[in-house]
């Protein structure tokens, strides 16, 4: 099947038992079985439940991946593929991560015994220098937030073929529609689903699909051993959003392209960072993303200018997050990475007066209006 097909024929199409066009919501935390000992394939919700397993074949054959797991938000993803690994191991994060991953692993796992080293995984040689006897995987993010640093997949997998390590890749900006890193090498994907999977800013969930079913076995034992799941009602829900992904992903690439080609004409944008102007001439970036998706972010002149934006939203909501077919614009500096000293945010080039757009569906029209000024 086609991915336009896959996303609302994907997985379990509807429900066998009655015909239901639509899979139904299993609000049962536990199943009768015929003799003890025996169950019907379902024994306990938090083991498995028919519409979260729904939702977890669907993501899996959006990513190409041999099997997909659900959770109960994209942090509880992420830690849940944290916990497969041991006390002692190493891993390779990518310099720019996500807060909220960064926090996880600098304030939880390394209480637990891992060692880690952030580093610009743009560069596979700074990879190659970091990798010691107990690293086991690279964990990455392209792009990333807000700067729009890309990651070159297909060269990180390699690097990490040869060295026996695991590649994990957050697709949470890019979706299966415009990248899917099993295809490049990846050996994990997973996604905060309240973004763009859900689509639709009414959820919190996080997604993982894994390419082997050593890895599939690895990560059920931790998804039933410690129970982040997510419930079957948000499952539903996110099996609904995902039916749109590709129509509204198509949307999201053409309205940001043109705010793009728009801020470009004005005098007052200092810079613009968006995968469509940063990827240069690398022939497996152009290949690894079949479009740019609807994230950008870019400077502005002035505190007086970023108020006059402000001052003029109709359409943009201000407000962390991203992903949802509304449009939404956020102050970094201020609001999601607000933490991050002064300093280290220079250095990054997330300044005081960085601009980050989520660009919605809404008619382009509009949402250049708001940034008339
Ligand atoms: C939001 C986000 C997360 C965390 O997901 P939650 O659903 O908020 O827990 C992880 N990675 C990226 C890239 C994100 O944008």
């Not at 956020?330 to 757009?357: C, F, N, W, Y």
Request: glycine share 8%; with cysteine.
């Amino acid at each position: 099947m086609k991915f336009n097909t896959l996303v609302i024929h994907g997985g379990i199409d509807g429900d066998k038992h009655t015909g239901a066009v639509t899979v139904p919501i299993y609000q049962t935390s536990t199943y009768k079985q015929p003799a003890p000992g025996e169950h019907t394939g379902y024994e306990y919700s938090r083991t498995g439940n028919p519409t979260r397993v729904a939702l977890e074949q669907l993501v899996a054959d959006l990513e190409k991946g041999h099997a997909g797991f659900a959770f109960g938000s994209g942090m509880a993803a992420i830690s849940s593929v944290l916990m497969m690994f041991d006390s002692g191991d190493h891993f390779i994060f990518s310099d720019d991560l996500y807060g909220g991953t960064r926090r996880v692993v600098d304030k939880v796992f390394s209480k637990l015994g891992f060692n880690y080293s952030f580093v610009d995984t743009s560069s596979t040689e700074a990879i190659e220098k970091a990798i010691n006897e107990n690293t086991k995987a690279i964990y990455i993010e392209t792009p990333t937030n807000p700067l729009m640093k890309l990651t070159d997949i297909k060269a990180v997998a390699s690097v990490a073929k040869i060295n026996d390590l695991l590649t994990i890749v957050d697709n949470t900006f890019m979706t299966p529609y415009l990248q899917r890193p099993i295809e490049l090498g990846a050996d994990i994907v997973l996604h905060s689903a309240t973004k763009y999977l859900g689509g639709h800013s009414d959820l919190v969930a996080g997604v993982v699909v894994v390419n082997s079913e050593e890895l599939a076995q690895r990560l059920h034992f931790i998804q039933n051993s410690v129970g982040a799941i997510l419930g079957p009602q948000d499952s539903w829900l996110l099996i609904k959003g995902i039916k749109t992904l590709a129509l509204r992903m198509e949307r999201h690439c053409e309205n940001a392209r043109k705010v793009v080609e728009f801020l470009q004409k004005q005098s007052w944008v200092r810079n613009i960072y968006y995968p469509g102007l940063l990827m240069g001439d690398n022939a497996n970036l152009k290949e690894q993303m079949s479009d740019f998706g609807g994230m950008i972010s870019f400077d502005v002149e002035s505190q007086e200018i970023m108020d006059k934006i402000f001052n003029n939203l109709k359409t943009f909501t201000l407000a962390e997050s991203l992903g949802g077919v509304e449009s939404l614009i956020s102050v970094p500096a201020l609001m999601t990475h607000a933490s991050v000293p002064k300093e280290v945010r220079a250095q990054l080039g997330i300044t005081d007066t960085l601009i980050r757009a989520s660009v919605g569906v809404e008619d382009i029209e509009d949402i250049l209006k708001d940034l008339t000024i």
